[in-house]
């Protein structure tokens, strides 16, 4: 029978997914994970880094459920 994957050990990966496809500054992701369930909450800057950041997580092995709460927010121009 297979070891489960820890739930940190899941939150690091798609955190690191998530930085290495440029979904964080100025975005703003966190990523909670509780017995396989991530949660990805914060706000990103456009509509396709919503989708990716959810399809990145179901990508990882281990994730059971991806509940998104991400919130597309431009971030203004200085």
Not at 3 to 23: E, F, M
Not at 61 to 78: E, F, H, N, P, T
Request: aromatic content about 2%.
């Amino acid at each position: 029978m297979a070891t489960p994957i820890q739930d940190k050990t899941i939150t690091r990966q798609v955190a690191g997914k998530l930085a290495g496809r440029g979904i964080n500054s100025p975005c703003r992701v966190v990523v909670d994970t509780i017995k396989g369930q991530v949660t990805l909450t914060g706000t990103v800057q456009y509509a396709h880094q919503k989708t990716t950041a959810a399809q990145l997580a179901h990508g990882i092995s281990g994730v059971k459920r991806v509940i998104d709460r991400l919130i597309v927010k431009a971030v203004a121009k200085r």
